[in-house]
């Protein structure tokens, strides 16, 4: 496997290796420790004993730039050395994601099929197929056409129940707001939401529907949001206190 590019982390003073310095080898951190000595005719570069980062000696007057660069020449032998746990290419395999309020656990997988698919039993696994470096962009495709599907669904029915038309409706990654509606009624959502569990992207729908009819937050539109959507309260309090959590994924 060709070793992608090393991005220096930390830059040590240029005078003189000092304190700790990391590459980034196949995007794991792998520290570096300096040490300077007197004796050292050149740089000396041997594992830490636990196998997880590098000690190189210095002899004095090496630049801290020079020892950099010598550690990152070496990305290989480093790679090569690392001990077993550390030389995995940092996935997403293992960590979890939530989908509808359900936390599914990331299971790769080969040979051909959906990219992406979800399994509930026995345990909810989220599979994906394909390379690990294309992961995370596949997920993301997954879990925005999936939001798509559930907004669409939602503000239909939203639509239909308060007798309300909208004429677009668009799924954007928005950091301030979860849904706006606009004047010409376009409906925009953060496809975020559908990690939320699923009360929570019907009462944003809810909400930005009623917008259509009352471009305000006044009581009437409040009163069509109550009347329409009953796990309003049970949403604003989600949102409110876990809304910011749907920012914080791995993805
Ligand atoms: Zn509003």
């Not at 309020?101 to 790769?108: K, L, M």
């Not at 606009?182 to 009623?210: F, N, Q």
Request: some cysteine.
């Amino acid at each position: 496997m060709p070793l992608s590019p090393l991005k220096r982390l930390f830059t040590p003073d240029p005078g003189k290796p000092d304190g700790p310095d990391r590459l980034l080898i196949e995007g794991r951190e792998v520290p570096v420790r300096y040490r300077a000595n007197a004796q050292a005719r050149r740089i000396i570069m041997r594992m830490e004993k636990d196998g997880r980062g590098i000690v190189l000696t210095v002899p004095p007057g090496t630049s801290g730039n020079a020892a950099h660069e010598f550690a990152s020449s070496q990305a290989g032998w480093i790679w090569q050395r690392l001990s077993p746990a550390d030389q995995q290419p940092e996935t997403l395999i293992g960590s979890s994601v939530t989908i509808r309020g359900i936390e599914y656990v990331i299971e790769p997988a080969s040979g051909r099929g959906t990219p992406v698919h979800i399994r509930d039993l026995p345990s909810p696994q989220l599979v994906v197929r394909g390379d690990a470096e294309h992961m995370r962009r596949r997920i993301t495709d997954f879990l925005k056409r999936e939001a798509r599907r559930d907004l669409e669904k939602a503000s239909r029915g939203y639509a239909q129940a308060m007798q309300v038309d909208f004429s677009r409706l668009s799924v954007r990654d928005t950091t301030s707001r979860w849904g706006s509606c606009s004047s010409t009624g376009t409906l925009s959502y953060s496809w975020r939401l559908i990690m939320a569990p699923p009360k929570v992207l019907d009462y944003v729908c809810a909400h930005e529907v009623a917008h259509i009819e009352q471009m305000n937050h006044g009581p009437e539109f409040w009163n069509l949001v109550y009347r329409h959507c009953p796990h309003t309260d049970f949403a604003r309090t989600w949102l409110k206190r876990h809304g910011h959590t749907l920012h914080k994924l791995p993805l």
